[in-house]
Protein backbone atom coordinates (compact mmCIF):
# COMPACT_ATOMS: atom_id res chain seq x y z
CA UNK A 1 0.00 0.00 0.00
CA UNK A 2 0.94 3.50 -0.91
CA UNK A 3 1.13 6.16 1.54
CA UNK A 4 1.66 10.07 1.37
CA UNK A 5 2.46 12.69 3.39
CA UNK A 6 -0.01 15.89 3.65
CA UNK A 7 1.08 19.10 4.11
CA UNK A 8 -1.18 22.18 4.78
CA UNK A 9 0.13 25.57 4.08
CA UNK A 10 -1.24 28.41 5.96
CA UNK A 11 -0.69 30.69 9.01
CA UNK A 12 -1.41 31.52 13.05
CA UNK A 13 -4.19 33.36 13.63
CA UNK A 14 -5.36 34.46 17.24
CA UNK A 15 -4.80 33.07 20.55
CA UNK A 16 -7.46 32.34 23.08
CA UNK A 17 -7.09 31.67 26.62
CA UNK A 18 -9.95 30.33 28.23
CA UNK A 19 -10.98 27.92 31.25
CA UNK A 20 -13.68 25.06 31.03
CA UNK A 21 -15.85 24.90 34.31
CA UNK A 22 -16.27 21.91 36.54
CA UNK A 23 -18.03 18.53 34.95
CA UNK A 24 -17.90 19.92 31.88
CA UNK A 25 -16.36 17.49 29.41
CA UNK A 26 -12.36 18.03 28.63
CA UNK A 27 -12.71 17.58 24.53
CA UNK A 28 -16.55 18.75 24.08
CA UNK A 29 -15.33 22.14 26.39
CA UNK A 30 -12.22 22.37 23.51
CA UNK A 31 -14.50 22.27 20.59
CA UNK A 32 -17.20 24.49 22.96
CA UNK A 33 -14.75 26.86 23.39
CA UNK A 34 -13.80 27.17 19.83
CA UNK A 35 -17.22 27.60 18.56
CA UNK A 36 -17.68 30.19 21.01
CA UNK A 37 -14.25 31.89 19.69
CA UNK A 38 -15.31 31.47 16.16
CA UNK A 39 -12.18 29.23 15.53
CA UNK A 40 -12.30 26.64 12.45
CA UNK A 41 -9.18 25.21 13.06
CA UNK A 42 -6.97 25.77 16.33
CA UNK A 43 -3.60 23.93 18.01
CA UNK A 44 -3.86 23.55 21.93
CA UNK A 45 -1.18 25.33 22.58
CA UNK A 46 -0.92 24.81 26.83
CA UNK A 47 -3.61 23.72 29.21
CA UNK A 48 -3.87 23.14 33.27
CA UNK A 49 -6.12 21.39 35.11
CA UNK A 50 -7.51 17.68 36.45
CA UNK A 51 -10.15 15.74 35.62
CA UNK A 52 -12.59 14.02 38.22
CA UNK A 53 -11.81 10.76 36.24
CA UNK A 54 -9.87 10.05 32.52
CA UNK A 55 -10.77 7.96 29.76
CA UNK A 56 -8.33 7.33 27.33
CA UNK A 57 -7.88 5.20 24.28
CA UNK A 58 -5.40 2.51 23.65
CA UNK A 59 -3.73 1.28 20.48
CA UNK A 60 -5.69 -1.80 20.67
CA UNK A 61 -8.93 0.08 20.19
CA UNK A 62 -9.77 -0.57 24.24
CA UNK A 63 -10.32 2.16 26.73
CA UNK A 64 -8.80 2.54 29.84
CA UNK A 65 -10.93 4.28 32.69
CA UNK A 66 -8.66 5.98 35.20
CA UNK A 67 -10.40 6.70 38.35
CA UNK A 68 -10.00 10.11 40.73
CA UNK A 69 -11.57 11.71 42.38
CA UNK A 70 -8.94 13.81 41.19
CA UNK A 71 -6.90 12.79 37.68
CA UNK A 72 -4.05 15.15 37.27
CA UNK A 73 -3.29 16.49 33.49
CA UNK A 74 0.55 16.22 33.31
CA UNK A 75 0.39 17.12 29.88
CA UNK A 76 -1.93 17.73 26.61
CA UNK A 77 -1.92 18.36 23.28
CA UNK A 78 -3.92 18.64 20.25
CA UNK A 79 -6.02 20.03 17.44
CA UNK A 80 -9.40 21.29 16.72
CA UNK A 81 -10.12 20.84 12.64
CA UNK A 82 -13.75 21.53 10.92
CA UNK A 83 -15.34 18.87 9.46
CA UNK A 84 -17.23 18.35 6.56
CA UNK A 85 -20.32 18.84 7.77
CA UNK A 86 -19.06 21.77 9.55
CA UNK A 87 -19.13 20.50 12.64
CA UNK A 88 -16.04 20.84 14.83
CA UNK A 89 -13.85 17.81 16.20
CA UNK A 90 -11.36 18.23 18.62
CA UNK A 91 -8.21 15.18 18.86
CA UNK A 92 -6.69 15.56 22.39
CA UNK A 93 -3.48 13.03 23.00
CA UNK A 94 -2.53 13.63 26.50
CA UNK A 95 -0.68 11.69 30.19
CA UNK A 96 -2.35 11.66 33.53
CA UNK A 97 -1.28 10.69 36.80
CA UNK A 98 -3.83 8.91 38.85
CA UNK A 99 -4.30 9.73 42.84
CA UNK A 100 -1.57 6.89 43.37
CA UNK A 101 1.03 8.28 41.22
CA UNK A 102 0.55 5.83 38.60
CA UNK A 103 1.34 7.32 34.90
CA UNK A 104 -1.03 6.82 31.80
CA UNK A 105 -1.26 7.97 28.37
CA UNK A 106 -3.15 7.92 24.82
CA UNK A 107 -6.04 9.86 23.37
CA UNK A 108 -8.64 11.49 25.61
CA UNK A 109 -12.29 9.75 24.41
CA UNK A 110 -14.84 12.61 23.97
CA UNK A 111 -17.77 12.31 26.08
CA UNK A 112 -15.88 10.58 29.42
CA UNK A 113 -13.60 13.22 30.55
CA UNK A 114 -15.19 15.61 33.03
CA UNK A 115 -13.57 18.75 34.29
CA UNK A 116 -13.05 18.55 37.94
CA UNK A 117 -12.39 22.32 39.27
CA UNK A 118 -11.72 24.30 36.14
CA UNK A 119 -9.52 23.71 33.47
CA UNK A 120 -7.37 26.15 31.71
CA UNK A 121 -6.54 25.79 28.28
CA UNK A 122 -4.99 28.18 25.36
CA UNK A 123 -6.14 28.10 21.85
CA UNK A 124 -4.09 29.33 19.26
CA UNK A 125 -6.11 29.52 15.73
CA UNK A 126 -5.07 27.83 12.29
CA UNK A 127 -5.93 29.76 8.92
CA UNK A 128 -4.78 27.19 6.24
CA UNK A 129 -3.83 29.29 3.14
CA UNK A 130 -5.38 26.33 0.83
CA UNK A 131 -6.10 22.68 0.56
CA UNK A 132 -4.26 20.22 1.28
CA UNK A 133 -0.95 18.84 -0.92
CA UNK A 134 0.07 15.44 -1.36
CA UNK A 135 3.81 14.96 -0.94
Known amino acids: MDTHD?????SMGRVAYARIGPNED?????EKLCL??????AFVRG???SLVDACLGTRSGE???IRGPAVEIVSLA???????????????????????GAVYGGPFVAGV?????????TL???????KPQVA
Open 63 to 65: FVQ
Open 124 to 130: EEWLPAQ
Open 47 to 49: ALG
Open 78 to 100: GEVRAQPDGSLRAALTGVVADTE
Open 113 to 121: NPVCMTFEV
Open 36 to 41: AEGFRN
Open 26 to 30: LVLGV
Open 6 to 10: IVESG
